[in-house]
């Protein structure tokens, strides 16, 4: 069992910047690929990026490309999303999961979930 939190939503005005964490707990030695959703109210849960077991290899959905960076730091179980010129339809809550699933991923994929936190992008 691999338990998540994250953390640092908010409130922010479009173009500006947040960053998301997520701290593993539990069997965090077995190793899994970690990524991002978000959903958005009246919406189906959606992809935005995944991050390889080293860290080494990252995916983004391509509306997020460019201006969110997905890392890790293992050594403290931790999962980041950097989150740069945010636009109001960025406004969602964001999940991060842990699994086995690296690349463009459905959220079927992932065992383990957080709670979710709020982002909310005022135009």
């Known amino acids: 069992q691999v338990q998540l939190v994250e953390s640092g939503g908010g409130l922010v005005q479009a173009g500006g910047s947040v960053r998301l964490s997520c701290a593993a707990s539990?069997?965090?030695?077995?190793?899994?690929?970690m990524a991002w959703f978000r959903q958005a109210p009246g919406k189906e849960r959606e992809f935005v990026a995944t991050?390889?077991?080293?860290?080494?290899?990252?995916y983004y959905a391509a509306s997020v490309k460019g201006r969110f960076t997905i890392s890790r730091d293992n050594g403290k179980n931790t999962v980041f999303l950097q989150m740069n010129s945010l636009k109001p339809e960025d406004t969602a809550v964001y999940y991060c999961?842990?699994?086995?699933?690296?690349?463009?991923?459905?959220?079927?994929?992932?065992?383990?979930w957080g709670q979710g936190t709020q982002v909310t992008v005022s135009s």
């Open positions: 999961a842990a699994g086995s699933c690296y690349g463009y991923c459905n959220p079927s994929s992932f065992d383990y």
């Open positions: 539990g069997r965090t030695d077995i190793g899994y690929n």
């Open positions: 991050i390889s077991r080293s860290g080494g290899n990252t």
